[in-house]
Nanobody
Framework: QVQLVESGGGLVQAGGSLRLSCAAS????????MGWFRQAPGKEREFVAT????????TYADPVKGRFTISRDNAKNTVSLQMNSLKPEDTAVYYC??????????????????WGQGTQVTVSS
C-alpha cells in the first residue's frame, strides 16, 4: 500500500506563489502516474495536473496552464506542484494521487488508487 502526505499549503495573496509537496511511503511509486487534484467548498474534486512515471509527459487543466508546474523525483519518492500567479479561484484543498494502473499521465479521478489527506491553499484578494 502507498501512503501519500501533502504539505506546503497556506495563505497567500493573489499573485503570490506556493510550492506543494507530496511524500510517498510504503512502497516505491516510480512506475505510477501521479496527479494533483483540488476541491473547493461546495464543489467536486477537479483535476489540476498529472505527470508520467518517468516525468517525460505532463498534462494540465486549462485554468492552471502557464501558472502551475508538476514535477517528480522518483529517487526521493516525492511529487511537487509549483503554483505561481495564484488567483482567489485557486483556493481549495489540494490532493496528490497515485495510479497503480497507469504509467502515462491521467486526468480522470477513477484512474487513481491512492490519495493523500489534502493540504489547504487559500488565496486572498
Amino acid at each position: 500500500q502507498v501512503q501519500l502526505v501533502e504539505s506546503g499549503g497556506g495563505l497567500v495573496q493573489a499573485g503570490g506563489s506556493l510550492r506543494l509537496s507530496c511524500a510517498a511511503s510504503g512502497r516505491t511509486f516510480s512506475s505510477y502516474a501521479m496527479g494533483w487534484f483540488r476541491q473547493a467548498p461546495g464543489k467536486e474534486r477537479e483535476f489540476v495536473a498529472t505527470i508520467s512515471w518517468n516525468a517525460g509527459s505532463t498534462t494540465y487543466a486549462d485554468p492552471v496552464k502557464g501558472r502551475f508546474t508538476i514535477s517528480r523525483d522518483n529517487a526521493k519518492n516525492t511529487v511537487s506542484l509549483q503554483m505561481n500567479s495564484l488567483k482567489p479561484e485557486d483556493t481549495a484543498v489540494y490532493y496528490c494521487a497515485a495510479s497503480a494502473k497507469y504509467s502515462s499521465p491521467m486526468s480522470r479521478r477513477g484512474a487513481y488508487d491512492y490519495w493523500g489527506q489534502g493540504t489547504q491553499v487559500t488565496v486572498s484578494s
